[in-house]
């Protein structure tokens, strides 16, 4: 009996070991900037990724994850497509942007520097704390930036998507 009982002991200890690695999938979860906002008013930390239609880093970024999310398990991207978010330059030499709807604006109070797509923020507390801009396909790195400023592509350092994902998820 007592070694019945520390078989069946032995076998719960390895299915909750087993169960304890247990990867969930990457996932990108497509969110709207009113729920944006409360996530930034619930002081949530979290990465969002800010694309736009017709935009040929966007889709080149997608494709890279498309082809490489499986090696990548326990993650989640938030992403915001921000194509009707009536973005303009402040004027015509500005590298800041203004804009005409709410959802704009939403992306705007939270990232005043806000100018290319994609951009990746690292949301800690409900604040915007790291950049990733663009997205080079030679060798799948974006441009690291702080949000208090526009950013300078040539002084910029650079670091592989998915190791920038994991470093702040």
């Not at 999938?25 to 906002?37: D, G, Y």
């Not at 203004?98 to 690292?122: H, Q």
Request: aromatic share 12%; glycine share 4%.
């Amino acid at each position: 009996m007592k070694k019945i009982f520390t078989l069946l002991c032995a076998f719960v200890l390895c299915l909750s070991l087993v169960g304890c690695g247990a990867k969930t999938p990457f996932e990108i979860k497509e969110i709207s900037a009113t729920k944006l906002q409360k996530k930034l008013d619930n002081k949530e930390s979290f990465v969002v990724i800010i694309e736009r239609e017709n935009c040929p880093f966007c889709e080149a970024l997608q494709e890279y994850i498309d082809k490489t999310k499986d090696e990548h398990p326990n993650l989640i991207l938030y992403k915001i497509d921000s194509t009707d978010y009536g973005f303009n330059k402040v004027s015509a030499d500005s590298k800041q942007l203004k804009s005409s709807t709410e959802d704009g604006k939403i992306i705007l109070d939270m990232a005043p520097y806000f100018l290319y797509t994609p951009t990746l923020y690292v949301i800690q507390n409900g604040k915007a704390k790291h950049a990733g801009i663009g997205y080079n396909e030679n060798d799948n790195s974006i441009s690291l930036w702080d949000v208090d400023s526009t950013i300078d592509f040539d002084n910029a350092d650079t670091q592989e998507f998915w190791e920038f994902l994991e470093t702040y998820e």
